[in-house]
């Protein structure tokens, strides 16, 4: 290391090090509570064979969230930059863009599931699994949605927002709690899918409106790119 990071003045403090930290942290276990409860209300209520394709549809959904994770990855770093130095016209560009990438790599990686799914599940996975298709794409429903407006969760936590990430996070997996067991009941393993698919569109939308009312930025994949921020910046 540079030896000029041992003489460096630290540029934050332990207490505002773990009001950043615990908040994403948090926030991190309810995307795991809300990733394995369905898995977990789907096994005390329906067969083990429906399990088994609602485990398959959630293991291609890893490929399916791929883009979105090295997206918010790559772009985490100059979120923070460009917020640092005060440049919210380039800000907002790189996230309007980065919601169109999200967006278009959702699209792409989905498209064969779309034209010959239950073909590709029956050669991957197995025969018995082809009904893994539709849950499949009712998931992905709730990851294009997530992904239209934008990588809310990203820009808020760099931007010096995460407690509105968590309290968004907490939101959706409350409502998912709520929708799984009637959607369970009445449409079975696609039920759990759709819950799942409402409760991720939910946490984009809520990350959405918390930048574009502290920010004052639209960050959508439809919002027009250049020209600065449409709307006039408020107080956090």
């Known amino acids: 290391m540079p030896t000029a990071v041992y003489s460096a003045i630290p540029q934050m403090t332990p207490s505002q090090w773990r009001s950043s930290a615990l908040p994403m942290a948090l926030t991190e276990g309810l995307r795991v509570v809300q990733g394995q409860a369905a898995i977990l209300v789907l096994s005390a209520m329906v067969s083990m064979a429906d399990v088994g394709k609602f485990r398959v549809a959630t293991s291609l959904m890893t490929l399916l969230v791929l883009p979105i994770s090295v997206i ?8 923070s930059r460009l917020a640092a130095i005060g440049d919210r016209r380039r800000l907002r560009v790189m996230l309007v863009y ?3 990438g999200m967006v278009a790599s959702v699209a792409v990686l989905l498209l064969p599931f779309v034209l010959a799914g239950n073909w590709l599940i029956e050669n991957i996975f197995g025969l018995e699994y082809a009904g893994a298709n539709r849950i499949f794409l009712m998931l992905a429903i709730g990851v294009l949605a997530y992904a239209l407006f934008g990588a809310g969760a990203n820009a808020l936590n760099m931007l010096g927002h995460q407690k509105h990430v968590t309290r968004a996070s907490l939101i959706s997996v409350l409502v998912l709690c709520l929708l799984l067991w009637p959607a369970i009941v009445f449409w079975g393993n696609l ?3 759709a819950a799942v698919s409402i409760a991720s569109a939910l946490w984009g939308v809520l990350l959405w409106q918390d930048i574009r009312r502290l920010e004052a930025m639209d960050i959508g994949a439809w919002a027009v790119a250049g020209g600065g921020s449409s709307l006039p ?3 956090k």
């Open 191 to 193: 039920g759990a899918a």
């Open 98 to 100: 980065s919601a169109r």
């Open 233 to 235: 910046r408020r107080g």
């Open 72 to 79: 918010s990855l790559v772009t985490g770093p100059h979120v």
